[in-house]
């Protein structure tokens, strides 16, 4: 299901998707300042120092990760099916994307990724497919 997004909205979203895509590209690297200092570190601050790497690295994967979301929805955008749920197919809320363009999903779809702790598995009519997990939770019952 395609959903057309009309030119104005369309630039607006375009925009912050890539003001966005560019603010994310300026923070990411990794500082490794901190690694190669470790050895100047004292004995009892050095888990500290690795600590605060090892977070910096974590956040480093979720920049990442929201810049591949953004690239998705750049080409959602170009391919003229921005605005429509990946899982269910249907109208992702304008307010919704307003407040995250680059979402995947609708309200709905995404409360179950979110529980389930995993992408939909979507046939070719993106109609969400029941997970192995759905159908043992069912069968127990």
């Given at each position: ?18 003001e ?12 490794t ?29 979720l ?16 391919a003229?099916d ?60």
């Amino acid at each position: 299901m395609h959903t057309q997004v009309d030119e104005n909205r369309g630039e607006s979203i375009r925009a912050a998707l890539i003001e966005k895509r560019s603010e994310i590209l300026s923070c990411l690297g990794v500082d490794t300042t901190h690694v190669a200092a470790a050895d100047r570190v004292s004995e009892e601050d050095r888990p500290q120092v690795f600590h605060d790497e090892f977070v910096a690295l974590l956040l480093n994967g979720l920049e990442y990760e929201r810049l591949r979301m953004i690239d998705e929805a750049l080409d959602r955008l170009n391919a003229g099916d921005f605005g429509s749920c990946l899982a269910c197919g249907r109208a992702i809320s304008p307010l919704r994307l307003q407040a995250i363009p680059w979402v995947r999903y609708c309200v709905i779809c995404q409360n179950h990724v979110t529980s389930m702790g995993h992408e939909p598995v979507v046939r070719a009519n993106r109609v969400p497919v029941e997970t192995i997990e759905d159908q043992q939770v069912r069968c127990r019952l």
